[in-house]
């Protein structure tokens, strides 16, 4: 199929939407000066506001169409749509993503980095999961770069289980093969923290002169698409003031924005033109034409002296990085020259017009007949070629690479390689629909078979011990920000995490659970007892229980047809025969949720003692939560380390997440182990007054051994499955009950 004149015209336009805003060198632009005042804050103008109206009756024009369905739709009418999966088949880029296609347009159109320079530095804000840092190491290895390149990146820890999912991309197969090279501060990986600001200052410029700095961040805006630029305007704020700080003289700077519509954004901008001998708006072939977003590549940072009013800078720092909401507007916008404004607002009309020109388009073509779809195809291989033709793409070896690709691309469905990112469904009417329903309709759309669990689900999971002693590398103690809520975990699907912190949030789970408590106790002790008939386990534990005096829990277990005996945990009186001992580390039945955090020294100093008793041969129970942080479960695998085997049993109380954790046959405890699990104590009881914050064990056993373990990893993630989907499944089943009653 031959293409027409305007068919090529299309292709040629989608790689030449740019700006360049005029320069120091064709006008004299002043130094703003703060917002003081109200008045001052409270700017608008006209022209901006009707902007920004039309392109939002625009987009509101698809609230009616289903998200999986339309974007279908416009994967096919991107004419760009091949390029990402021609690289990948050709090229074998790592991590090629979209993003890295962006930023290779970037790398060709711009030339940001020196290629000339014997020590390349970068850095990399917001950048999970890495595909600018993999484009930049294929990029230089395509050109004549002959350097030495060094990097740091720094994004919302993927790992830290405080960290909402909504603004944070958890795929991690760069980050956890390349860990040194990345900050995360007080665990979080907030670059918005005012300490971690400092602290990230303080790292880069130990590291040397940076030349580069990017910043890809953004915040999930799809249940709130018309407020994106003011959603995302203080991450914004921060990125640009933290490539201020850590650029050297001449470097370059790329971020990516939205719509530049509202006065912080006007401030944002004006302040780079001030720092940089030239602003260019970019919007990338690769990046979906539909959407509003755009890279800002600035040249040649002209440095912070360049600012007359050091004074102002720090006033500024205050503000960007308080706690308290950002002003709407910073400057006072009289002192914002007209003829920038003006500059600023052709520059958003040409974008806002493509934009709306491509959404008209693509409802114009919904749905998309067969004769278009062989058109489009036609014209996404050639675009394909131009793209190849003006950015060369060429393979790079092996020994190039950040990390070896058998690493990168884990084949297994295991707990490294799933991909944990939670994804809108239906269309943004329905979603909006949904979130303004009571509590009551919202249980409407939650399936009780969604959480019920198969007959083979009562089968206890078993690990073996550990093949070999763990060293001091791996035995790390990582402390941070602590949390009180799990919003994300490696160790369990995502959605069920979710849905158990909505139903906590919506439910009197705790009434629910008093109700209970009896059936749960008896439930528990009849599972405690099938442990030692060997009706539970392959092999029956030894009859002789030890048990700690003034355990809460004790008066509550009905297991007095075991053989118990119960000691002080100060006095170590065990006996020398073979026996099984039984550690609670729970402090109450009702922390549902929370009991994992709020029982972490508990599980500690019960794992502890019991190290210190046992004795070969001996075997253990541990009644614990979930194990759904790094902390617990680092814990748990460091006793099994000590044991034979581990059985997970699920109690089958069902309305609790507690479970029972068999250690069989201890073996011995490695000095290593012995020392860390003082150290972790020690660091608990130690004042610790430099620290700013408040901090907390986060990790004792570190992230980058992680896939030494899958096994057990895998088995605690099956574990926490089974254990929130038999509660869920409960309390759903209470929760409609109630409703029903209720009529």
């Given at each position: 199929m031959n293409l027409t004149k305007a068919d090529k015209n299309d292709i040629h336009q989608v790689f030449e939407k740019k700006f360049l805003y005029p320069s120091e060198d064709d006008t004299t632009w002043p130094w703003p000066t703060l917002a003081t005042s109200t008045q001052e804050n409270n700017w608008n103008d006209e022209a901006f506001s009707r902007l920004r109206d039309q392109l939002n009756v625009c987009k509101d024009s698809l609230s009616d169409k289903d998200i999986k369905a339309w974007h279908a739709h416009t994967t096919v009418t991107n004419l760009a749509g091949s390029v990402c999966s021609t690289?990948?088949?050709?090229?074998?880029?790592?991590?090629?993503?979209?993003?890295?296609?962006?930023?290779?347009?970037?790398?060709?159109?711009?030339?940001?980095v020196p290629l000339d320079d014997p020590e390349l530095f970068t850095v990399h804000l917001c950048e999970a999961p890495g595909a600018f840092i993999?484009?930049?190491?294929?990029?230089?290895?395509?050109?004549?770069?002959?350097?030495?390149?060094?990097?740091?990146?720094?994004?919302?820890?993927?790992y830290y289980e405080g960290n909402d999912l909504a603004q944070m991309i958890v795929d991690d197969r760069l980050i956890r093969n390349t860990l040194p090279n990345w900050f995360f501060g007080d665990g979080t990986g907030n670059i918005m923290d005012n300490n971690n600001f400092q602290e990230f200052l303080q790292v880069i410029k130990s590291k040397g002169s940076v030349k580069l700095v990017t910043a890809d961040g953004s915040i999930d805006c799809q249940n709130n698409p018309s407020e994106q630029e003011s959603i995302v305007a203080h991450l914004h704020m921060?990125?640009?003031?933290?490539?201020?700080?850590?650029?050297?003289?001449?470097?370059?700077?790329?971020?990516?924005?939205?719509?530049?519509?509202?006065?912080?954004?006007?401030?944002?901008?004006?302040?780079?033109?001030?720092?940089?001998?030239?602003?260019?708006?970019?919007?990338?072939?690769?990046?979906?034409?539909?959407?509003?977003?755009?890279?800002?590549?600035?040249?040649?940072?002209?440095?912070?002296?360049?600012?007359?009013?050091?004074?102002?800078?720090?006033?500024?720092?205050?503000?960007?990085?308080?706690?308290?909401?950002?002003?709407?507007?910073?400057?006072?916008?009289?002192?914002?020259?007209?003829?920038?404004?003006?500059?600023?607002?052709?520059?958003?009309?040409?974008?806002?017009?493509?934009?709306?020109?491509?959404?008209?388009?693509?409802?114009?073509?919904?749905?998309?007949?067969?004769?278009?779809?062989?058109?489009?195809?036609?014209?996404?291989?050639?675009?394909?070629?131009?793209?190849?033709?003006?950015?060369?793409?060429?393979?790079?070896?092996?020994?190039?690479?950040l990390v070896n690709p058998y690493n990168l691309f884990i084949q297994n469905d295991?707990?490294?390689?799933?991909?944990?990112?939670?994804?809108?469904?239906?269309?943004?009417?329905?979603?909006?629909?949904?979130?303004?329903?009571?509590?009551?309709?919202?249980?409407?759309?939650?399936?009780?078979?969604?959480?019920?669990?198969?007959?083979?689900?009562?089968v206890p999971l078993t690990k073996m011990k550990s093949s070999s002693p763990r060293n001091k590398s791996q035995l790390q103690i990582l402390s941070g920000k602590p949390f009180s809520v799990i919003y994300s975990s490696r160790l369990c699907v995502i959605k069920l995490l979710d849905d158990l912190n909505t139903f906590l949030e919506n439910c009197d789970c705790s009434a629910y659970l008093a109700k209970q408590s009896q059936s749960h106790f008896v439930h528990l002790s009849n599972t405690i007892k099938s442990l030692f008939d060997g009706s539970k386990t392959q092999t029956p534990l030894t009859s002789l229980v030890c048990c700690l005096k003034d355990d809460w829990i004790l008066s509550e277990l009905q297991i007095?047809?075991?053989?118990?005996?119960?000691?002080?945990?100060?006095?170590?009186?065990?006996?020398?025969?073979?026996?099984t001992m039984f550690v609670n580390a729970t402090s109450s039945l009702g922390c549902l949720g929370k009991g994992e955090i709020r029982d972490k020294r508990l599980l500690l100093s019960k794992i502890m003692f019991a190290l210190q008793n046992l004795k070969p041969g001996d075997n253990l129970i541990i009644l614990t939560h979930t194990l759904m942080t790094r902390y617990s479960a680092g814990l748990i695998l460091l006793t099994n380390d000590c044991f034979k085997k581990l059985e997970f049993h699920t109690s089958p109380a069902r309305l609790s997440l507690l479970q029972l954790l068999v250690f069989s046959d201890f073996t011995s405890c490695h000095s290593n182990t012995a020392q860390h699990l003082q150290d972790?104590?020690?660091?608990?009881?130690?004042?610790?007054?430099?620290?700013?914050?408040?901090?907390?064990?986060?990790?004792?056993?570190?992230?980058?051994?992680?896939?030494?373990?899958?096994?057990?990893?895998?088995?605690?993630?099956?574990?926490?499955?089974?254990?929130?989907?038999?509660?869920?499944?409960?309390?759903?089943?209470?929760?409609?009950?109630?409703?029903?009653?209720?009529?």
């Open positions: 690289l990948r088949s050709n090229f074998k880029p790592e991590l090629c993503t979209q993003a890295w296609c962006k930023f290779f347009e970037v790398l060709w159109s711009y030339h940001i993999t484009c930049l190491n294929h990029y230089l290895a395509n050109t004549a770069f002959t350097g030495k390149w060094r990097w740091v990146g720094t994004t919302l820890n993927p921060c990125e640009v003031f933290t490539a201020l700080h850590v650029l050297a003289r001449g470097g370059s700077f790329v971020i990516k924005f939205f719509t530049m519509f509202e006065a912080n954004s006007i401030c944002l901008m004006y302040l780079l033109v001030k720092f940089f001998e030239k602003v260019n708006v970019f919007k990338p072939a690769t990046s979906k034409q539909g959407n509003s977003e755009v890279y800002v590549v600035c040249l040649n940072y002209l440095g912070l002296n360049v600012c007359p009013e050091q004074e102002m800078l720090d006033m500024l720092q205050n503000i960007i990085f308080s706690e308290s909401n950002l002003p709407d507007c910073l400057w006072d916008m009289s002192s914002i020259p007209v003829s920038f404004i003006e500059s600023h607002f052709q520059c958003c009309r040409l974008f806002t017009g493509w934009q709306e020109s491509v959404i008209k388009n693509n409802l114009r073509l919904y749905p998309c007949s067969v004769s278009m779809k062989k058109k489009l195809d036609v014209m996404r291989y050639h675009c394909c070629n131009e793209y190849l033709s003006r950015y060369p793409c060429h393979k790079i070896p092996h020994c190039n690479r295991d707990f490294l390689s799933l991909n944990f990112q939670t994804k809108h469904q239906g269309t943004f009417t329905q979603r909006m629909d949904y979130l303004s329903l009571s509590w009551k309709d919202q249980l409407n759309h939650f399936d009780l078979n969604e959480y019920k669990l198969p007959e083979s689900s009562t007095k047809e075991l053989d118990t005996f119960q000691v002080d945990e100060s006095s170590q009186d065990v006996p020398s025969w073979p026996f972790i104590n020690h660091w608990y009881e130690t004042p610790k007054p430099n620290l700013q914050s408040p901090h907390d064990i986060l990790e004792v056993i570190s992230t980058e051994n992680s896939a030494d373990d899958v096994p057990f990893y895998n088995m605690v993630m099956g574990q926490n499955v089974k254990l929130l989907k038999s509660f869920l499944y409960s309390v759903l089943s209470l929760e409609k009950e109630h409703f029903s009653a209720d009529g």
